[in-house]
């Protein structure tokens, strides 16, 4: 159950930020004609990869700096979650693990709490407090038995406590945002891009993750989104994304350079080959449950389903997906 105090807290937040965005796009947005919106495109490099931004305006100077507003605040929630980098907030609080409370910023302490709910929701299958096991496993060899045997699967429930904006973490704990760092960001460009006043607009990190709002003129079922499969260069077919958000997740097996998903239940790689699209209301969801999915297998798209979401899994067996994980062929 969420707590109502941090969620008014966080809405709060949310407005003062935003409104002093709104109110700079005010004057802009009231010369433009409701029959001329304006369409503005921009990528940039955030969190490791390319975040493409498509908005749709009341006039090109609007759409233009929503955008550009959008990408910065991208690169600002890299800045929180980052562990790559020794200067992001997370990276910083790794560091302190075993140290005692640690102060955070109200961003990171939400971000952290909504990794939390979302560990429960999947019953561990998403787990963040993984980041030790994903560097073992990250590299061309795998990890002796003897790294194995010192560590230990760790769970963010037993490893993390917050008290308002203190983090403590556990002796020896790291976490790691990974995917579901994109996913909050989406979703946190998503509110300012609201606030300024844009008509719709796509959001797509890197292709592996993707947030719609509202959808362009000329197509009101939603984006046209195209749904990629296992092999290389394979689509499965085009979702119109409306309003929601979609992840795609891939397990390989064994080691890699950007380290495995890990199953936390095991402390081992996720066997595959496996791929799994999550369709959800928002983009951090969508990102936790693509991770859990690919970690409970089959059994995963019915846990999905069970908690609305809509989901298309495939191995080498074959593909299944939910009845609402519709799609169109790629020629429409």
Same mark, same amino acid.
């Given at each position: 159950m969420s707590d109502p105090h941090r969620v008014r807290g966080r809405a709060s937040r949310t407005r003062r930020r935003c409104g002093a965005i709104a109110a700079a796009f005010a004057i802009a947005a009231c010369c433009g004609s409701p029959a001329a919106a304006a369409l503005f495109r921009t990528g940039q490099p955030v969190m490791g990869?390319?975040?493409q931004v498509t908005v749709v305006a009341a006039?090109? +100077?609007t759409a233009r700096a929503l955008a550009e507003a959008a990408c910065a605040e991208g690169?600002?929630?890299e800045a929180i979650l980052t562990t790559w980098r020794p200067d992001g907030e997370l990276a910083g609080l790794n560091?302190? +693990?075993g140290t005692g409370p640690t102060p955070i910023s109200a961003e990171l302490a939400d971000a952290l709490r909504d990794m939390q709910r979302l560990s429960v929701a999947t019953d561990g299958a998403f787990d963040p407090a993984v980041g030790g096991l994903v560097d073992l496993w990250r590299g061309p060899l795998p990890p002796t038995p003897a790294q194995r045997a010192r560590t230990v699967p760790a769970r963010i429930e037993s490893a993390l406590a917050l008290d308002g904006t203190r983090a403590t973490l556990a002796p020896g704990a790291k976490l790691d945002a990974g995917g579901i760092g994109k996913g909050m960001a989406l979703d946190a460009i998503g509110r300012l891009l609201r606030a300024g006043g844009a008509e719709a607009a796509y959001l797509d990190f890197g292709g592996s993750s993707q947030l719609a709002l509202g959808a362009p003129r000329d197509s009101p079922a939603g984006w046209r989104v195209a749904v990629s499969g296992l092999a290389?260069?394979?689509m499965h077919g085009v979702l119109r994304l409306r309003d929601a958000a979609l992840s795609t997740s891939r397990a390989l097996g064994g080691p890699s350079a950007a380290g495995p998903i890990i199953d936390p239940r095991s402390g081992e790689p996720v066997a595959g080959p496996r791929l799994v699209t999550v369709r959800a209301?928002?983009?951090s969801a969508a990102e936790a449950w693509s991770k859990a999915v690919i970690v409970f297998g089959h059994d995963g798209v019915e846990r999905a389903q069970a908690s609305g979401l809509e989901v298309l899994f495939e191995d080498a067996d074959g593909v299944a997906r939910t009845p609402?994980?519709?799609m169109e062929p790629l020629d429409l």
């Open positions: 990869t390319v975040l006039d090109e +100077a690169r600002r929630w560091a302190r +693990a290389p260069q394979q209301g928002d983009a609402g994980f519709a």
